[in-house]
Nanobody, 121 residues
């Protein structure tokens, strides 16, 4: 019913930049918070950044000053601009959205399929 499709991952050298994008589609009434999480091999999934529908943002300490999250409410998209990338940023990045589904009142959490980001030293 609701799909999150990510794009923009890849391989980049340390110090480089990448931009991730995620689009929400399907039976959507409203998209509330949107965000990005990541999971490195052998580690738990962790929050990278989140943005509310009103544009309030929050970042993990490890990415503050390097990553910027933004969204387009009309297009139901969320982007993550990543700069000054470090090898420790290597992970699978997942898009996340809290969605009120059409014809329902409750909010549901949805995840994208994940996109690999690899930063070489």
């Amino acid at each position: 019913q609701v799909q999150l499709v990510e794009s923009g991952g890849g391989l980049v050298q340390a110090g480089g930049a990448l931009r991730l994008s995620c689009a929400v589609s399907g039976s959507v009434f409203r998209v509330n918070d949107m965000g990005w999480y990541r999971q490195a091999p052998g580690k738990q999934r962790e929050l990278v950044s989140v943005i509310t529908s009103g544009g309030i943002t929050n970042y993990a300490d490890s990415v503050k000053g390097r990553f910027t999250i933004s969204r387009d409410n009309a297009k139901r998209t969320v982007d993550l601009q990543m700069t000054s990338l470090k090898p420790e940023d290597t992970a699978v990045y997942y898009c996340n959205a809290l969605v009120v589904v059409m014809f329902r009142r409750d909010e549901y959490e949805y995840w994208g399929q994940g996109t690999q980001v690899t930063v070489s030293s």
